[in-house]
């Protein structure tokens, strides 16, 4: 009969956790790990340990790498954000995403990417989405997922959907509190539900929002719903494969245990980072479970470990240069709207930079104008020709907001009065431009130095910004 402990995936925080507990953990038989933050070198040692002191023939280790490695461990690559590609509406750009990140991740020990996110960029009060979407558009959201997915098993690893049944029409962050899905039923399935029904084929697994559907379950979120989870998604869509919940440390659930018993009753495989992994295990061992329940359980992780093989032994090991490919997707992906004057090598320019809550390095951007013979000031309440506004603020988990504050609108607002050319960059979220007088913006839809390396040199004239905005403003 299969461990117990083999449902349950830690997670781990690299300069948080301890690695004496995680080891503990692996010896007691958890089916595998979540990790988060470290470096390329903290990663693939931890994974070498992990695996060393488990005694299962096979566990299987995650990250949440939706853009890269870069967007957890700050030694590698950021990558292209979602929507940047949907900007690109370039399926060979989704595949290339997904198959560096599998091949990059995979060098690491790293064998699951908790990637793509499928839900819809429809909702601009979205805090949690946004950037991590391909858009608004369900076939286009299919389109670009499907072939990223693809891309993920050609790198080498193992994917994922999420989060079941779509966490895009949402206002509030699951890290916090419990979203609710406002849409119909009927409104669903023309939505949220459509890429995740035509992709299931491709998916190795699907993780299960904390989410609140009243159109589907009234009572219960869906990562605790046996409707949502067994009826529709198992049963109606038919989907056999392995189903995880998202975290359970996220606030939108209650008491853990008791959750952890109402997600597996209805129909997950895995309870993925607990608060307290040692604790649930041990609550877990002293219930009684259905012998077809912990057997079916047993042997989708089976068949997930023995895809996880065949997908890593068939990948090729290519040379892979995350820099050329982001500045590929630069080019395709920035999209302009409005008028954007040029800038004349020499001239100087006053910046403002909005929404800087991650102290994300600007010099990439500064150092490239530069390079052109620009003078670069932050702005001042003094006159000037050209003032660029820098938005910098995207999704960032427990954060609870994306958008901009009154105080920082106010702000904008006071520092076009001064300039005679104003334009935009928005670096991330792009709903962030709506309200803003500027002759033109120029969304870039990451804040990655490439990214912002091509947005200096697009505004020099080197070449013509070519993408189409993924959602509407």
């Known amino acids: 009969m299969m461990n117990i402990a083999r449902m349950v995936f830690p997670g781990f925080w690299f300069g948080q ?26 990663v693939a040692t931890l994974t070498r340990k992990l695996r060393a002191a488990s005694p299962l023939p096979r566990i299987l280790i995650a990250a949440d790498y939706e853009d890269g490695l870069g967007r957890w461990l700050p030694d590698a690559e950021l990558l292209p954000s979602n929507l940047a590609i949907g900007a690109s509406h370039n399926e060979k750009l989704a595949f290339e995403k997904g198959f560096i990140t599998g091949q990059e991740a995979l060098s690491l020990g790293v064998d699951w990417v908790f990637a793509p996110v499928v839900d819809l960029a429809n909702n601009s009060q979205n805090p949690i989405v946004n950037t991590r979407s391909f858009g608004e558009d369900p076939e286009q959201v299919t389109r670009l997922a499907g072939a990223f997915m693809q891309g993920l098993n050609k790198g080498g690893v193992l994917n994922c959907l999420k989060h079941f049944p779509g966490h895009g029409n949402t206002t509030t962050d699951s890290h916090l509190d419990l979203p609710v899905v406002p849409d119909s039923l009927s409104t669903l399935k023309k939505t949220a539900l459509l890429p995740f029904q035509a992709l299931l084929p491709l998916a190795d697994s699907v993780m299960i929002g904390h989410l609140l559907v009243p159109a589907l379950d009234e009572q219960n979120p869906a990562s605790l719903s046996k409707t949502i989870v067994h009826d529709l998604l198992q049963q109606h869509m038919g989907f056999a494969r392995c189903v995880c919940t998202d975290a359970l440390l996220m606030k939108a659930l209650g008491d853990e245990k008791a959750a952890a018993l109402q997600a597996l009753d209805a129909g997950a495989h895995i309870l993925l980072v607990p608060q307290d992994p040692l604790g649930l295990i041990q609550f877990l061992q002293t219930q ?83 390079a052109y013979g620009l003078v670069t000031e932050p702005f001042t309440t003094q006159e000037t020709e050209y003032l660029l506004i820098l938005l910098w603020r995207r999704y960032k988990p427990f954060s609870g907001k994306i958008g901009l504050t009154p ?66 403003l």
């Open 407 to 472: 105080e920082e609108m106010q702000q904008i607002k006071n520092a076009t009065k001064y300039a005679q050319h104003t334009v935009l960059l928005c670096f991330a979220n792009p709903w962030m431009a709506k309200d803003i007088p500027a002759e033109g913006t120029l969304f870039a839809f990451s804040p990655s130095p490439v990214f912002q390396q091509a947005v200096a040199e697009c505004l020099m004239g080197k070449f013509e910004p070519t993408g189409k905005l993924p959602i509407e």
């Open 17 to 42: 956790s301890s690695e004496e507990e995680a080891i503990r953990l692996a010896g007691l038989g958890v089916g595998g790990f979540c990790l988060y933050g470290g470096t390329k070198t903290a």
């Open 288 to 370: 009684v479970f259905p012998d077809d329940m912990i057997k079916h359980i047993d042997q989708v992780l089976n068949e997930l470990c023995a895809h996880a093989d065949e997908l890593m032994i068939s990948s090729p090991k290519l040379p892979i240069v995350p820099g050329e490919f982001a500045m590929r997707t630069a080019c395709q992906a920035l999209t302009q709207q409005g008028f954007i004057p040029a800038i004349d090598p020499g001239s100087t320019i006053h910046y403002l930079e909005i929404g800087n809550d991650e102290n994300i390095s600007s010099v990439p951007f500064f150092d490239t104008l530069r």
